[in-house]
DNA sequence: AACGTTATGTAATAATATAACATTTATAAG
DNA sequence: CTTATAAATGTTATATTATTACATAACGTT
């Protein structure tokens, strides 16, 4: 179950926002959407981003500079993240798959160090830009 | 085997800086250290980071805006790449570790999307700094 | 009410990265 | 050697992404 967490005025603004679009959003984009309801800042997006990804509502897309709303209704935390990115359209979808987060949960190697969290971007042709 | 790539000027002066440097680097940094050998521009840095990942002589480490050195010799491309970082001390390390590799290389899921490319980072703390 | 914590507002600035254009150097073919 | 082509360089300006610093307000608990 997912912990209901009560979200602030900015906070809910940015990721009702972020889910709407169904995409990643780049944060001077959504700056600009959300500046006719009084968000006017950047730093009031980075916050309000850095707390959303900080509960697992939405998750940084790293090679992207790009934030989109967690589409696994199970991560409470961005600590275990994988995604798909088309490099032609840019598409990007959140891969669940169980098989492969044990595999990388249970990741371990010899350097003696304790892995807590982790972010997998897998790069490719979705099936639209395959076909062209 | 690698093929000797035939680095120009600039990537040379920039990948010997990173790769004496033993762990990332970031553009404006490496910008810095390189001005006395007459780079002055970010975009002379930027175009040499550009062509050695492209050849995979250095890697970037996206969660961080920042390059390393190949530190597996066998990587001509930078096209499935893992890491782990120390979120701490900030050490990062290259893995190469051939099941994770394979692994992540022929991982298919139903999306239809054919992958030819990832990026793995593992965040966590390091054994120096577990210890503190 | 008093307190500590979280969120907000605002301005300025830092850090990261690219666009546009002119020129030079390297590579390969004829 | 000459011409053509691609790759690399130099330079200026600018775009994009993100944080620092400081002041104030709202929220949750006792
Ligand atoms: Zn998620
Ligand atoms: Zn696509
Ligand atoms: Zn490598
Ligand atoms: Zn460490």
Same mark, same amino acid.
């Given at each position: 179950?997912?912990?209901?967490?009560?979200? !602030?005025? @900015?906070?809910? %603004?940015?990721?009702?926002?972020?889910?709407?679009?169904?995409?990643?959003?780049? $944060?001077? *984009? +959504?700056?600009?959407?959300?500046?006719?309801?009084?968000?006017?800042?950047?730093?009031?997006?980075?916050?309000?981003?850095?707390?959303?990804?900080?509960?697992?509502?939405?998750?940084?897309?790293? !090679?992207? @500079?790009?934030? %989109?709303?967690?589409?696994?209704?199970?991560?409470?935390?961005?600590?275990?993240? $994988?995604? *798909? +990115?088309?490099?032609?359209?840019?598409?990007?979808?959140?891969?669940?798959?169980?098989?492969?987060?044990?595999?990388?949960?249970?990741?371990?190697?010899?350097?003696?160090?304790?892995?807590?969290?982790?972010?997998?971007?897998?790069?490719?042709?979705?099936?639209?830009?395959?076909?062209?």
């Amino acid at each position: 179950m997912q912990k209901e967490y009560n979200l !602030s005025k @900015n906070q809910k %603004i940015i990721f009702d926002l972020i889910d709407k679009s169904g995409g990643p959003m780049k $944060a001077y *984009s +959504i700056l600009f959407n959300v500046q006719k309801k009084g968000i006017k800042a950047p730093l009031q997006v980075y916050r309000a981003l850095d707390k959303l990804v900080e509960i697992g509502k939405i998750h940084k897309i790293e !090679s992207r @500079n790009a934030f %989109i709303a967690c589409q696994n209704s199970s991560c409470q935390i961005s600590k275990a993240t $994988a995604f *798909s +990115i088309c490099e032609s359209c840019e598409n990007v979808s959140e891969i669940s798959n169980s098989k492969l987060s044990k595999y990388l949960s249970n990741f371990s190697d010899n350097s003696g160090m304790k892995y807590s969290k982790y972010n997998l971007e897998f790069f490719g042709l979705c099936k639209k830009c395959k076909s062209k």
